[in-house]
């Protein structure tokens, strides 16, 4: 079964910025028109918590509270690809961000509707 793959974390220090990728693991993974796109993070101890979405049909965004202002996800839709870019980045952004797939537009911010994630790429934030 195809599924998505996050790149792009890595070890930076508050304030930095980072651009994290999700892409599909093969051609056979189809994006619908009304599927949302998702970044989500988990920190240590910590479940994991919606941080960015985007709806395929028609790009609208939004955010976590904790991120707004902060970060920016985007898509490329030839490529089913989606982006989360990152600036200003804080020792509590810390985590391992997994991006994920929801057919249903109206449970946008439950995690539990998503699939297809990935194993996920770490961000880590010192201060």
């Known amino acids: 079964q195809a599924r998505l793959v996050e790149s792009g974390g890595g070890l930076v220090q508050a304030g930095d910025s980072l651009t994290l990728s999700c892409t599909p693991s093969d051609q056979t993974f189809i994006i619908y028109a009304n599927d949302i796109m998702g970044w989500f993070r988990q920190a240590p101890g910590k479940e994991r918590e919606f941080v960015a979405g985007?709806?395929?049909?028609?790009?609208?965004?939004f955010y976590a509270d904790s991120v707004k202002g902060r970060f920016t996800i985007s898509r490329v839709n030839a490529e089913n690809t989606v982006y989360l870019q990152m600036n200003s980045l804080k020792p509590d952004d810390t985590g391992v961000y997994y991006c994920?797939?929801?057919?249903?537009?109206?449970?946008?911010?439950?995690?539990?509707?998503?699939?297809?994630w990935g194993q996920g790429t770490q961000v880590t934030v010192s201060s």
């Open positions: 994920g797939r929801n057919s249903d537009p109206y449970t946008r911010y439950n995690e539990a509707k998503y699939d297809t």
């Open positions: 985007i709806t395929w049909r028609n790009n609208k965004k």
